[in-house]
T-cell receptor, first 109, second 116 residues
Framework: GQNIDQPTEMTATEGAIVQINCTYQ??????LFWYQQHAGEAPTFLSY????GLEEKGRFSSFLSRSKGYSYLLLKELQMKDSASYLC??????????FGTGTRLQVFP | EPEVTQTPSHQVTQMGQEVILRCVPI?????FYWYRQILGQKVEFLVS????????KSEIFDDQFSVERPDGSNFTLKIRSTKLEDSAMYFC??????????????FGPGTRLTVT
C-alpha cells in the first residue's frame, strides 16, 4: 500500500526560506508530485521528481531521495501569496494520485 | 492556457436525491479522474476513466456512484442517492498520458457538494 507523511502545519516569515518534508512508502515508484492548494481552490502542479536530486524552478525547488523515501519542497523568498497547503502525492499504478494530508503553510509579514 | 472546467461550483441537495456533477476536461487529454476532499481532510481518489471505461475505482466509489462521458467533451459524476457524508469538494482532473514521466494531472476548480 501507499503511505505519505507530511507535517500538518508550518509558519514562516515573508522573505524567509522554508522546507516542507514528505516521506513516503509505496509499492513501486513512479515519481513524486508537489501541488499547491489555496483554501477552497483546486490543487495546482508545482513539481515532479522521478530521479534523485534537486529540481529548481524559480523560487521553488524540490528534492528527492528514492533510497530514503523522502522528498522536500523548498520555498525561497517567501511571499504572502505563498500561504497555502502544499500536497505531496505519488502516482499509483502509474495512474491515480495518492495524496498526503498536506502541509498548511502560513506566511507572516 | 487550457483548463479543466466544472459546473456547478456549488450544489446543495437533500439526502437521498440524485446529483450530477459536470466536468469538461482539457480537449486533447485522454485520462480523466474524479477526486473528493472532505473539509479539512486530504484529497482522495475516486475513479479514473480511459477509453470510455473505468480503469480503476476506490473503495469510496460504490454502487451509488457512476461516471459517464456522454459526448466528446463532458465527463460526469453521478451520485444516485446522496448521503450526508457525501458532502465534500469534488475535483475533476485530466491528463494527457499516464506512465513514468511528468504527466501532471490538471485539476478543475471543484464543485462543493452540500447534502442536507
Amino acid at each position: 500500500g501507499q503511505n505519505i507523511d507530511q507535517p500538518t502545519e508550518m509558519t514562516a516569515t515573508e522573505g524567509a526560506i522554508v522546507q516542507i518534508n514528505c516521506t513516503y512508502q509505496t509499492s513501486g515508484f513512479n515519481g513524486l508530485f508537489w501541488y499547491q492548494q489555496h483554501a477552497g481552490e483546486a490543487p495546482t502542479f508545482l513539481s515532479y521528481n522521478v530521479l534523485d536530486g534537486l529540481e529548481e524552478k524559480g523560487r521553488f525547488s524540490s528534492f528527492l531521495s528514492r533510497s530514503k523515501g523522502y522528498s522536500y519542497l523548498l520555498l525561497k523568498e517567501l511571499q504572502m501569496k505563498d500561504s497555502a497547503s502544499y500536497l505531496c502525492a505519488v502516482p499509483h499504478n502509474t495512474d491515480k494520485l495518492i495524496f498526503g494530508t498536506g502541509t498548511r503553510l502560513q506566511v507572516f509579514p | 492556457e487550457p483548463e479543466v472546467t466544472q459546473t456547478p461550483s456549488h450544489q446543495v441537495t437533500q439526502m437521498g436525491q440524485e446529483v450530477i456533477l459536470r466536468c469538461v476536461p482539457i480537449s486533447n487529454h485522454l485520462y480523466f479522474y474524479w477526486y473528493r476532499q472532505i473539509l479539512g481532510q486530504k484529497v482522495e481518489f475516486l475513479v479514473s476513466f480511459y477509453n470510455n471505461e473505468i480503469s480503476e475505482k476506490s473503495e469510496i466509489f460504490d454502487d451509488q456512484f457512476s461516471v459517464e462521458r456522454p459526448d466528446g467533451s463532458n465527463f460526469t459524476l453521478k451520485i444516485r442517492s446522496t448521503k450526508l457524508e457525501d458532502s465534500a469538494m469534488y475535483f475533476c482532473a485530466s491528463s494527457e498520458q499516464v506512465g513514468q514521466g511528468a504527466y501532471e494531472q490538471y485539476f478543475g476548480p471543484g464543485t462543493r457538494l452540500t447534502v442536507t
